[in-house]
């Protein structure tokens, strides 16, 4: 691998992110109390996106490493449903991201996705597959299990590295 392309990796805010699907977090976000007044309801940070018919949204957890070196070669996107991350044991994680449509390398973003926020990648959304900052890291996945082609894959003519150099973790 002779040519890395070095990426910035811009906090995660929902306007930032809004072209790639949602952003799962309580700062910011509508609420109403619940139960006696004794919950708070953050409600419908993300919907479930199933555009394509035979399917059902399901649950699972995923458990990641690290990916050392960190360097991307594969983007994928799931264009028949959103895939929603949320962190379960606190690891922050990146989310590489590049807009619906054609591929373009160029067009490849990177974000800092905190302990406390989840990501909701719109139907068809390129990302590379799952960046946890530490290993053992579990997440709350929602995605589409049903019939059809679900996962396409591109691997990079020139790889990226995120640049991790102002991040304190």
């Not at 976000?29 to 555009?51: C, K, Q, W």
């Not at 018919?53 to 050392?68: K, N, V």
Request: with cysteine; net charge negative; hydrophobic share 45%.
């Amino acid at each position: 691998m002779s040519r890395v392309r070095l990426l910035p990796v811009a906090p995660l805010t929902r306007s930032a992110f809004e072209p790639f699907g949602d952003v799962i977090d309580t700062e910011g976000a509508a609420s109403f109390l619940i139960n006696d007044g004794r919950t708070e309801r953050f409600h419908a940070l993300a919907g479930v996106d199933l555009p394509a018919p035979g399917g059902q949204a399901i649950l699972s957890i995923f458990r990641g490493q690290p990916l050392t070196p960190l360097v991307i070669t594969l983007m994928e996107r799931h264009p028949l449903g959103s895939q929603a991350f949320v962190p379960l044991n606190g690891c922050p994680f990146l989310a590489v991201v590049a807009p619906p449509g054609d591929f373009s390398e160029s067009a490849i973003q990177a974000f800092l996705v905190q302990p406390h926020q989840g990501v909701n990648y719109r139907a068809g959304t390129w990302h590379a597959p799952l960046l946890p900052l530490a290993g053992d890291a579990d997440y709350l996945v929602v995605d589409r299990q049903g019939a059809g082609h679900n996962c396409d894959e591109v691997h990079l003519a020139v790889p990226v590295r995120p640049d991790l150099s102002g991040w304190h973790g």
